[in-house]
């Protein structure tokens, strides 16, 4: 037990409370939605039960990513959170394929809903959580990219980042800015027609929220895609690889470089060229301190790395030379 209470806490701390807090609204907004019988509310509550599946499946995904690496997954679990991530992007496509239709139905027979304010506790309070849950996973998009940004800051700062987060962390992202936006659309909606006749404004909102949902699905899903055929660090990760090394004072020249995400960490393969007239006992000792280095980076989870005497040419500067014109 104490085993298994360890590995939860490593899952993702965003998606665990978004799967929490969406599963609640989506019974509420369920009940509220038969009671009423608002189509927004039916295509907010579909939204929070999408969200409620997908994040759980997330946060399941991110504790099995944590898992050491074994003989036979040598590099561990990582991309096993790109894979649950891709089974929620399923959940989201379905849910939203049912907001969609019910959507059209409700703006070729519009219905007239019922107990407003019902109504509109539910959703104010659907704004409030979905906000929480959305500013929490700002933080936590912040806390992994290491940015530099408090107070409002952590806005500007969330969107200039989250291609760097974790993929648990990116999908509660884009949902929840997708959960709030449904919510405050559903409430917008159940305003105006209970106090206008435009009774189509129903389907409408319906139908917005469930191609959100779909845009949703779409970013997601290619992300994790991506994830599953493995991707290259980006720049910003390299970087620090390439100013850690660097900076021992017997590497003259790094050969070759090969950043590769596995899940919400890097695998790190390199040649490096040390200075000449080294015997090997020396070198290898200066491999292991270069490595022991770079593994002190938090987001370096494996470094693979060979040494070669220097050739005399800064094959570094010429490869960012030729990828830079």
Known sequence: MGSLWAMLKKGNTSSATAALGNAGLAIVKGLAAAYSGSGAMFASAMHSVADAVNQGFVFLGSVLAEKEPTRRFPTGFGRVINLFCMIAVIVVTVMAYETIREGLHLIKEPAHSSHFWVNFIILFLAIAVDGYVLVKAMKEIVHETRAEATGWGIIPAAFR????AAPPTRLVFYEDIVATTGALLALIAVTVTQFTTFALLDGIATVMIGVLMIGVAFKVGYDNM????????PKEVEERVVRSIFADPDVTDINRLRIVQEGRFYHVECYVELRPGLTLAVADDIKYRIRDSV?????????????LEDNGVSDWEARNVVEGT
Do not use: E
């Open 295 to 307: 593994l002190t980076d938090p987001d370096i989870s494996d470094v693979t790395m060979g040494i």
């Open 161 to 164: 980042n989250v291609g760097r």
């Open 226 to 233: 991506v994830g599953l055929i493995g991707v290259a660090a």
